[in-house]
């Protein structure tokens, strides 16, 4: 795989920000909702537990990775150019950060489609799919290797080449 690493401090740094907004976004729906009343409860509590997940991203993402792969995330995008050594070695490489990054969206993507869920009871679905995808995409190279064993043959080999 690929270097990430300058990019995981923005990351970072962007989630704490939005889980702050979301957390605090949630306390005062819950203090509206004790003085006003209403049936927006739900809403606060979805919302407060979104802003918890993205303020602890990178242990969110380790058990999702853990649960699928059994494979620490942010280990997987610490990247030692593990790429192979032909001459497509450095586009391997990047195709593998682009995947990565995109992972890393739509990890992100899905808490945000969580927290919509308490609006719309569809973007369930889509924050899974979200979440499912980007556990793949975290761990792409992983997958692929998984996917080369189980067809096995010429894929497999060539899997092998090319990471």
Do not use: C
Not at 33 to 53: D, H, N, P, Q, Y
Not at 133 to 159: D, E, P
Request: hydrophobic letters at 55%; a neutral charge; aromatic letters at 14%.
């Amino acid at each position: 795989m690929t270097n990430i690493q300058p990019f995981w401090g923005l990351i970072e740094i962007f989630a704490y920000l939005t889980g702050f907004f979301f957390v605090a976004l949630a306390i005062y729906g819950l203090v509206k909702v004790g003085r006003e009343g209403g049936k927006a409860v739900t809403v606060s509590i979805v919302g407060f537990i979104t802003g918890v997940l993205l303020l602890s991203l990178p242990a969110f993402m380790d058990a999702t990775s853990q649960t699928v792969f059994q494979q620490n995330a942010p280990g997987s995008l610490s990247l030692n150019a593990a790429g192979g050594s032909g001459d497509y070695s450095d586009f391997v490489n990047f195709f593998l950060m682009v995947v990565a990054l995109w992972g890393l969206y739509s990890m992100f993507r899905s808490l945000v489609l969580f927290r919509e869920s308490a609006y719309e009871r569809g973007h369930v679905w889509s924050a899974i799919t979200h979440l499912v995808g980007g556990v793949v995409a975290i761990n792409f190279q992983t997958f692929l290797s998984v996917l080369g064993v189980s067809v096995g043959g010429v894929f497999q080999t060539m899997i092998q080449h090319i990471l």
